[in-house]
């Protein structure tokens, strides 16, 4: 676990506990770079680093499991906030609820190593990566089977980059990731098992961006031959479960909107255990739809999920129940992913001329001096305390703070100083009315909407406390916890949006990943989203978080690109277009029924889903 400089954990005794049982972990730099990519390893001290092995049976390449083997027989219950999926097509999914409930159905070529953190392969038996590191020759398993008993085979791995996501179908964050110097990489077939990536150049995190999804070519053609709008409403949330196809251990069996997803296991999996029999051992996997997270612990309490996550005083709560109950607590370190305030920056017009942003809140939000005076009135260490219950840290980078490429100094941050938030207002002309009312030097009340996902209870109280602390300053916030696509909506196509409180996921790993969010023209730049062929003149430092994720991507020592990352974490620090809000802890209360289990900080609580059993 990595802690920031100035800031620390260790709030109460409890929490000083909670982490002698937490793993440790060792984060090494690579000393060479022998493939082309980013190496580095995080390694626990109860790890499995023993790599997969391939066994050949009947011409079926299987995965051999790493664990024990187990019994077969149960369910495991989980639990989802908000209103559930909008899509179970993976390769069309914009929300995190859609892909976790369309991904468990689907792998990849490669996946990454809960335990030690590499770029292993999956659906791939093999990867070479030739002397010019451009090129990559992968050799996928034999045998492996779609749901409906059609041969997986390179085809429908050049399908799946060269028209689905070359092709610009669905989400499109995964081609905009793969571009380098304006070209995408090339993707041929050799044989009926065998592919080749070309990049344009070395591309540092390419192993790592092929971690997508497979699409059975046999299915999805007809769809995509049809165009976008077509594959846009494929396999939706009201897809019959029986016309999905399929290859991951699990396969959709029901789907009862706001209240369930079942799922249930693909008997022709390609991974088995010591004893040869495949897996998973689960018969079913349920996902339940809950409202909020209030509702989420109570459905724990009474026995109704087999996990849930902790926040607050629910850890000392739980923690001193541990010995006496029927489930074990699990620290896995800082949460990967962050959460931040976010500002609309887009001072540009819809199809219609109609301005995405009332032109007067424009000027506020595009003024740097403004930015500021909201990033210095916030009270992290209030959040802390009373959210998590000290059992977290203010957050000031886009980075986790388990990250290998962490900037420590920006992460050191700074305390709340309304005195300063107060001085960056006058700077830029504002004032105080005798009413005690923030108005700016054309006489405009300051007041604007703030946003966040309803049901997300952390975040609601998260956002009142941030308006009292602009309310402060004089500016007038209009708090709007809002059904999460509604929301999602309001962001990515309206644009109709003032502020809002939201998280991004990430990994310790790989900073690439955030290109879709930091790159000018991405998918996720939400404060100055720009549309389909919209063109602006991009800020200064806009331009240069371009041409440093472009470095990045092309850069493979390892200190140079951790130059890199830190250099865009300082702009983010000092633009304040996002501004990070605090990183809890990630404690997880698990029942104590299951075998297999190893929770790491890479993979999370079920990242080995197919290798655990429930105990007699």
């Known amino acids: 676990m990595k802690i920031t400089k100035g800031r620390v954990y260790i709030l109460s005794l409890l929490v000083f506990v909670l982490l002698l049982f937490a793993a440790c972990i060792r984060v090494d730099r690579p000393e060479t770079e022998s493939t082309g990519v980013d190496e580095t390893k995080i390694e626990t001290e109860e790890s499995i680093v023993y790599p997969r092995k391939t066994k050949t049976i009947d011409g079926v390449d299987y995965i051999q499991s790493r664990k024990p083997a187990g019994q077969y027989g149960g369910n495991i219950v989980i639990s989802t906030i908000g209103e559930g999926p909008k899509t179970f097509n993976p390769w069309n999914s914009k929300d995190n609820t859609s892909s976790s409930a369309s991904e468990i159905m689907f792998d990849s070529l490669v996946t990454t190593d809960a335990y030690t953190g590499e770029v292993i392969p999956k659906m791939a038996k093999s990867i070479e990566t030739l002397p010019d590191k451009k090129t990559y020759i992968i050799e996928l398993r034999k045998g492996l089977k779609w749901s409906d008993g059609k041969e997986i085979t390179a085809d429908d791995v050049v399908y799946t980059w060269n028209t689905l996501i070359f092709g610009g179908f669905g989400n499109t964050s995964t081609r905009d990731a793969m571009y380098i110097d304006g070209k995408l990489p090339t993707v041929s077939k050799i044989d009926k098992y065998t592919v080749k990536f070309v990049t344009p150049k070395p591309f540092s995190p390419f192993l790592r961006q092929i971690s997508?999804?497979?699409?059975?070519?046999?299915?999805?053609?007809?769809?995509?031959?049809?165009?976008?709008?077509?594959?846009?409403?494929?396999?939706?949330?009201?897809?019959?479960?029986?016309?999905?196809?399929?290859?991951?251990?699990?396969?959709?069996?029901?789907?009862?909107?706001?209240?369930?997803?079942?799922?249930?296991?693909?008997?022709?999996?390609?991974?088995?255990?010591?004893?040869?029999?495949?897996?998973?051992?689960?018969?079913?996997?349920?996902?339940?739809?809950?409202?909020?997270?209030?509702?989420?612990?109570?459905?724990?309490?009474?026995?109704?999920?087999?996990?849930?996550?902790?926040?607050?005083?629910?850890?000392?709560?739980?923690?001193?129940?541990?010995?006496?109950?029927?489930?074990?607590?699990?620290?896995?370190?800082?949460?990967?992913?962050?959460?931040?305030?976010?500002?609309?920056?887009?001072?540009?017009?819809?199809?219609?001329?109609?301005?995405?942003?009332?032109?007067?809140?424009?000027?506020?939000?595009?003024?740097?001096?403004?930015?500021?005076?909201?990033?210095?009135?916030?009270?992290?260490?209030?959040?802390?305390?009373?959210?998590?219950?000290?059992?977290?840290?203010?957050?000031?980078?886009?980075?986790?703070?388990?990250?290998?490429?962490?900037?420590?100094?920006?992460?050191?941050?700074?305390?709340?100083?309304?005195?300063?938030?107060?001085?960056?207002?006058?700077?830029?002309?504002?004032?105080?009315?005798?009413?005690?009312?923030?108005?700016?030097?054309?006489g405009n009340k300051v007041e604007f909407d703030l946003y966040t996902n309803a049901g997300n209870t952390e975040r609601e109280s998260i956002g009142v406390m941030i308006k009292q602390d602009l309310e402060d300053l004089g500016m007038s916030v209009n708090f709007k916890p809002v059904e999460f696509n509604t929301l999602v909506n309001k962001l990515t196509n309206t644009k109709d949006w003032d502020m809002v409180i939201l998280g991004f996921t990430g990994s310790p790993l790989e900073p690439y990943g955030g290109k879709n969010v930091w790159y000018s023209n991405g998918t996720l730049h939400l404060f100055n989203m720009r549309g389909e062929g919209e063109t602006a003149k991009l800020l200064p430092w806009e331009k240069r978080l371009d041409e440093i994720f472009d470095a990045a991507a092309l850069e493979l020592d390892f200190d140079k690109r951790r130059a890199l990352y830190e250099e865009y974490q300082q702009l983010i620090y000092n633009e304040k277009p996002l501004i990070y809000l605090y990183s809890p802890l990630r404690i997880y209360a698990v029942r104590k029924k299951f075998g297999n289990l190893h929770p790491t900080e890479i993979g999370g609580v079920m990242h080995n889903i197919e290798e655990i059993y429930i105990k007699n």
Do not use: C
């Open 212 to 442: 997508v999804p497979i699409a059975p070519e046999h299915v999805l053609k007809k769809i995509t031959d049809r165009g976008p709008r077509a594959f846009d409403s494929f396999w939706s949330s009201n897809v019959n479960p029986e016309d999905l196809v399929t290859s991951g251990a699990f396969r959709l069996k029901e789907y009862v909107p706001a209240q369930r997803i079942v799922y249930e296991r693909n008997p022709n999996y390609y991974i088995i255990d010591e004893k040869n029999q495949k897996l998973p051992y689960i018969d079913k996997y349920i996902m339940l739809i809950v409202g909020d997270l209030n509702n989420e612990l109570l459905k724990f309490k009474s026995k109704e999920i087999d996990m849930v996550g902790l926040r607050g005083t629910n850890v000392s709560i739980f923690k001193e129940q541990e010995k006496h109950s029927d489930y074990q607590i699990f620290n896995l370190g800082p949460d990967t992913g962050t959460m931040y305030l976010g500002i609309n920056m887009n001072n540009r017009k819809n199809s219609t001329g109609k301005y995405y942003v009332d032109p007067v809140k424009q000027k506020w939000f595009n003024d740097l001096n403004f930015r500021k005076a909201v990033d210095y009135a916030i009270d992290r260490e209030n959040i802390v305390f009373n959210i998590a219950s000290g059992v977290g840290a203010p957050l000031f980078t886009p980075e986790p703070l388990s990250s290998i490429y962490l900037n420590e100094k920006v992460a050191q941050g700074h305390p709340q100083d309304m005195e300063r938030a107060r001085q960056y207002l006058k700077e830029s002309g504002f004032k105080i009315d005798k009413s005690g009312k923030l108005k700016d030097k054309e």
